[in-house]
């Protein structure tokens, strides 16, 4: 299957500072990528879908000022969560869409932020 | 409102057995459903899409079945091993268009040697 990378995919920062993170489609070009959360023995939820060379489509309840969500290119989407707080430590996991008519995802191995 | 429940939140089975996992949804009429397998600290990886016109599909030792009339699937591992215990996850695409993935609460399946 195609090929999703994170960086980074840990981070550990203080309150109060923003943290970016980076996925890639590494041998496929994604129009559309999604932004999940998932905490301790959860399972994903859906921030936000980003729509390559347009704004991003945020869930209700998720702040677009406090994640902000750029999709630059075809191969690249980024998350930055700004002003980060405790309540913000989580696993963020991207996916990318693939080109078939069904939806059938591929995930990058995710990303462990901290805020202490 | 719609919803996924994936019955079971842990599994444990004896390796050789067969593990059967189940996935039901509410209110909503997809077109296809698809199980993943998460494994601890790592994204998901996708493992079987089955379609509303399909009852059953498979892909070596893995089996789904899709009755949109219980509006349930079934996801089935024959022979298992104890490498396939991880948490497997239902998702469905509930985004009115959008394409975006809503998920079950996963069930951790434990098989022992």
């Known amino acids: 299957g195609a090929v999703v990378s994170q960086h980074p995919s840990r981070v550990i920062c203080k309150s109060g500072t923003s943290v970016k993170i980076e996925c890639r489609s590494l041998?496929?070009?994604?129009?559309?990528m999604f932004w999940y959360r998932q905490f301790p023995k959860q399972s994903l939820m859906l921030m936000a879908t980003s729509n390559e060379g347009s704004k991003a489509t945020y869930e209700q309840g998720v702040e677009k000022d406090k994640f902000l969500i750029n999709h630059a290119s075809l191969t690249l989407s980024t998350l930055t969560v700004t002003s980060a707080h405790p309540e913000d430590s989580s696993f963020y996991i991207c996916?990318?869409?693939?080109?078939?008519?069904?939806?059938?995802?591929?995930f990058g191995p995710g990303t462990r932020l901290t805020v202490l | 409102s719609q919803k996924i429940e994936q019955n079971s939140e842990a599994l444990n089975i004896q390796e050789g057995k067969t593990a059967t996992l189940t996935c039901n949804y509410t209110n909503y009429s997809p077109a296809y459903l698809q199980w993943y397998r998460q494994d601890p600290g790592r994204g998901p990886v996708f493992l079987l899409l089955i379609r509303e016109n399909e009852k059953e599909k498979r892909k070596e030792r893995l089996k789904v079945t899709f009755d949109t009339t219980l509006k349930q699937s079934l996801f089935h591992i024959t022979a298992s091993q104890p490498a396939d215990s991880a948490t497997y996850l239902c998702?469905?695409?509930?985004?009115?268009?959008?394409?975006?993935?809503?998920f079950g609460s996963g069930t951790r399946l434990q098989v022992q040697p």
């Open positions: 996916s990318a869409r693939g080109s078939g008519a069904y939806n059938e995802q591929f």
């Open positions: 998702a469905l695409d509930m985004s009115m268009g959008r394409r975006a993935l809503t």
């Open positions: 041998d496929f070009q994604a129009t559309t």
